[in-house]
């Protein structure tokens, strides 16, 4: 996630002990006690990765609980994005007076296969790929996580829900950037109309990452 965040925003992607480091006790006290262990890793390893951010960012490694919607809620003046993949993880974080939100995304780089498609991509996305932007990469999971990171970066600022065709991404492949546009009313207050990110596809994985500058 580095190379995709700016030089404001520390990042720390998991390496092997990350995936089996306990959690804070005010962090495991908001994991179900229902949690299967891939769920248990995951959550290890996103709460891992979120202290060593702050740690990298000069701050003290303090706990990040999940809120109730299952939005991690970060210290006071800190703001962050979590997300977990298989066997990738990563926690982004920076200072509130610096960022206002961040939402990070990894998925697998895999075809989405027609409903699911068809569920995130608006009729414009699905032209622009079947068009301008070309067959590789896979643009529909492209758009999957670019709509992923907007609503971890729009969720803290509106405490609301974004659903996928309420947002029009499109990529510019030559700079490894897009934009999203949010075609819903928003709330009075903080929230963007357009969100800018970034992306990009390896063999493995596809990434993206969007930050709302305060
Ligand atoms: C919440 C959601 C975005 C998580 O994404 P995912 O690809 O399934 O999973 P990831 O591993 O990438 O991310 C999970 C992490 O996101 C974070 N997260 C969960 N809910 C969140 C929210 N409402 N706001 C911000 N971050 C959230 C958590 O840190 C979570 O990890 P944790 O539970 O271990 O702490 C997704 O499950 C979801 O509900 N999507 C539907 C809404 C949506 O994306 N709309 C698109 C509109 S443009």
Redesign the pocket.
Known sequence: MRDLLPGAVAVAVADASAWTEEPLPEEAATLSERAVPARRR??RA?RACARRAMTELGLPPLPVP?GR????VWPSRVVG?????GDYCAAAVARADRVRSI?I???DNLRLDEPTRRLVCRAEEEEWWHGPGGEAPHWPTVFFSA??S???AW??LVGGW???H??RVEPDPATGTFTARVLVPRPPGPAPEVLHGRFAVSPDLVRTAVVVTA
Not at 81 to 85: A, E, F, G, K
């Open positions: 995951e959550f996103g999940a919607d299952r939005a991690p994005s979590i997300s977990h993949t939402g995304d990894a998925e709509k992923e907007v609503y971890k969720f803290p974004l659903g996928f309420d947002v």
